[in-house]
């Protein structure tokens, strides 16, 4: 138990479906990220949000819809992706974006487009 | 660009035995570098960190090294077990010098019995 919880862990979706992401963290934290990890490749930041604001989109297509309701969630909504787009999201937790420090994984949702 | 790269993409030791995972960095204003072990169908889980004023850090069986001369990071694992099989990945925080880690591909440890 890592203190960030991601559902669903498994997602098939076709390309014109519409699903989203969810991640919680009860660590108490006030950053959350969104990282893809596709295989024999180095994680992707994909979007930061600190304090519910997004601080970070690292260029990412627009068929990616992050959603930060408040510090303790995070969405991410899918709609009209591409098969390359299947890897794993995990979601990460942080005390805040101003320094470094340990972040906090949750256990990622695999993601399969057909 | 900045990148983090990993010697061995696999590596198998044998149980009981020194792990050694090293790492190389190209960013010289990282100042901050972490550990990560990634076991299969899971997230990432920190291991040990280590900021650049310090060359060596020790945590419980794992100690980190930090040669900021040639920029190289080594993970050891003393006493390996059959729980340390997974893939570890380093990071660094590169030039923002906050969160934007730069993570490496990652190195693949098997542990033999």
């Known amino acids: 138990e890592t203190g960030v919880t991601q559902t669903p862990r498994h997602l098939v979706m076709g390309m014109t479906n519409k699903k989203s992401l969810k991640c919680e963290q009860h660590?108490?934290?006030?950053?959350m990220y969104w990282y893809k990890q596709s295989a024999k490749k180095p994680l992707e930041l994909m979007f930061v949000?600190?304090?519910?604001?997004?601080?970070e989109n690292n260029s990412v297509p627009s068929r990616f819809s992050p959603e930060c309701p408040n510090s303790s969630h995070l969405f991410l909504h899918l709609h009209t992706l591409q098969p390359e787009d299947s890897a794993l999201y995990l979601c990460?937790?942080?005390?805040?974006?101003?320094?470094?420090?340990?972040?906090?994984f949750g256990e990622g949702s695999r993601l399969t487009v057909l | 660009g900045e990148s983090v790269g990993l010697h061995l993409p696999t590596l198998s030791v044998q149980e009981g035995d020194n792990s050694i995972i090293n790492c190389a960095y190209s960013?010289?204003?990282?100042?901050?570098f972490i550990w990560y072990k990634q076991e299969s169908g899971k997230g990432p889980q920190f291991i040990i960190d280590?900021?650049?004023?310090?060359d060596k850090r020790q945590g419980q069986r794992v100690t980190v090294l930090l040669n900021k001369t040639v920029k190289h990071l080594s993970l050891q694992i003393a006493a390996t077990q059959p729980g340390d099989s997974a893939v570890y990945f380093c990071?660094?925080?590169?030039?923002?010098?906050?969160?934007?880690?730069?993570f490496g591909t990652g190195t693949r440890l098997k542990v033999l019995a």
């Open positions: 990071a660094e925080n590169g030039p923002s010098g906050t969160y934007k880690y730069i």
């Open positions: 960013n010289s204003a990282s100042d901050y």
């Open positions: 990460a937790s942080s005390l805040g974006t101003s320094d470094t420090g340990e972040l906090f």
């Open positions: 280590i900021r650049s004023n310090m």
């Open positions: 660590l108490g934290h006030n950053a």
């Open positions: 949000y600190n304090f519910k604001e997004q601080t």
